[in-house]
């Protein structure tokens, strides 16, 4: 029976959306057109699992999902290419996830509101002393100074159920502290950058180190170049982002946040 359910896991597929042909046909407007979904998930997804596939193939990692590979690589240099994969795998699934339309009708006829929870909102409140309108215009102002290159936009929630904001540079992931990839490193950093890579450093090499690694995400977006160029071209990476933060499924962000 294991080695039919490793066997099951062997090879990485991408995962089965709801209404996934009116997808390919729509796009999830007004986020992504048809072509625009099609590069983000289609194409690229199916890259990512192909790859992945390829370089876990005959090893313990080939039955693991891409959210277990990433806990798994994520302390191991040597396995860098496996890390990355699995990340961007599971980070663009998140987002996938998070932008899918919402259906808002019931068969009956009765509407849904596709809308923040409480509980959400209150957490906004007092993790950053402002509102969410007021927090999405802060983030869509911010995104081309903070993230030049290729990453992710991720809102988290940490063990203390505080929530932050997370700029993961290449394929970082917001699970484990040493592999946020919050700066870019072909670039200068600051003092205050240096001293926060120097701690983390320190924190890293001492095995007993008690680090709370409590950290989920809540909100994942794509920013590689491939998930709006198609759509918003080269200069507008900001509407995307904006368009992105107000068509949220919140269906899918509530119940990402532990009550």
């Not at 502290?177 to 919050?182: D, E």
């Given at each position: 029976?294991?080695?039919s359910?490793?066997?099951?896991?062997?090879?990485?597929?991408?995962?089965?959306?709801?209404?996934?042909?009116?997808?390919?046909?729509?796009?999830?407007?007004?986020?992504?057109?048809?072509?625009?979904?099609?590069?983000?998930?289609?194409?690229?997804?199916?890259?990512?699992?192909?790859?992945?596939?390829?370089?876990?193939?005959?090893?313990?990692?080939?039955?693991?999902?891409?959210?277990?590979?990433?806990?798994?690589?994520?302390?191991?240099?040597?396995?860098?290419?496996?890390f990355?994969?699995?990340?961007?795998?599971?980070?663009?699934?998140?987002?996938?996830?998070?932008?899918?339309?919402?259906?808002?009708?019931?068969?009956?006829?009765?509407?849904?509101?596709?809308?923040?929870?409480e509980l959400?909102?209150?957490?906004?409140?007092?993790?950053?002393?402002?509102?969410?309108?007021?927090l999405?215009?802060?983030?869509?102002?911010?995104?081309?100074?903070?993230?030049?290159?290729?990453?992710?936009?991720?809102?988290?929630?940490?063990?203390?159920?505080?929530?932050?904001?997370?700029?993961?540079?290449?394929?970082?992931?917001?699970?484990?502290?040493?592999?946020?990839?919050?700066?870019?490193?072909?670039?200068?950093?600051?003092?205050?950058?240096?001293?926060?890579?120097k701690?983390?450093?320190?924190?890293?090499?001492?095995?007993d180190?008690?680090?709370?690694?409590?950290?989920?995400?809540?909100?994942?977006?794509?920013?590689?170049?491939?998930?709006?160029?198609?759509?918003?071209?080269?200069?507008?990476?900001?509407?995307?982002?904006?368009?992105?933060?107000?068509?949220?499924?919140?269906?899918?962000?509530?119940?990402?946040?532990?009550?």
């Amino acid at each position: 029976m294991l080695r039919s359910i490793i066997g099951k896991r062997s090879i990485h597929t991408v995962p089965k959306l709801p209404n996934f042909n009116v997808l390919s046909n729509k796009g999830i407007p007004p986020v992504l057109s048809t072509k625009g979904f099609n590069t983000v998930w289609t194409q690229y997804q199916t890259y990512l699992c192909d790859k992945l596939t390829m370089a876990t193939a005959g090893t313990s990692l080939e039955s693991y999902y891409p959210f277990h590979i990433v806990l798994n690589t994520a302390k191991k240099s040597f396995q860098s290419h496996i890390f990355n994969l699995a990340s961007a795998t599971h980070n663009n699934h998140l987002f996938i996830e998070n932008i899918l339309p919402v259906e808002t009708h019931t068969e009956t006829g009765s509407v849904i509101e596709n809308k923040p929870s409480e509980l959400f909102l209150n957490r906004i409140e007092q993790s950053f002393g402002k509102n969410w309108n007021t927090l999405k215009e802060d983030i869509v102002n911010d995104v081309d100074n903070k993230l030049l290159g290729q990453g992710w936009f991720c809102l988290v929630e940490n063990a203390q159920k505080q929530l932050q904001i997370l700029y993961l540079q290449n394929n970082g992931t917001p699970y484990y502290f040493g592999r946020n990839q919050l700066f870019d490193l072909n670039n200068v950093i600051n003092i205050d950058e240096f001293s926060y890579l120097k701690k983390i450093k320190e924190l890293v090499n001492n095995k007993d180190a008690n680090v709370k690694d409590w950290t989920l995400p809540i909100v994942m977006v794509n920013l590689w170049d491939h998930a709006y160029l198609e759509d918003y071209g080269v200069s507008k990476k900001k509407d995307y982002m904006r368009n992105v933060l107000n068509n949220l499924n919140w269906n899918v962000v509530n119940k990402r946040l532990y009550s």
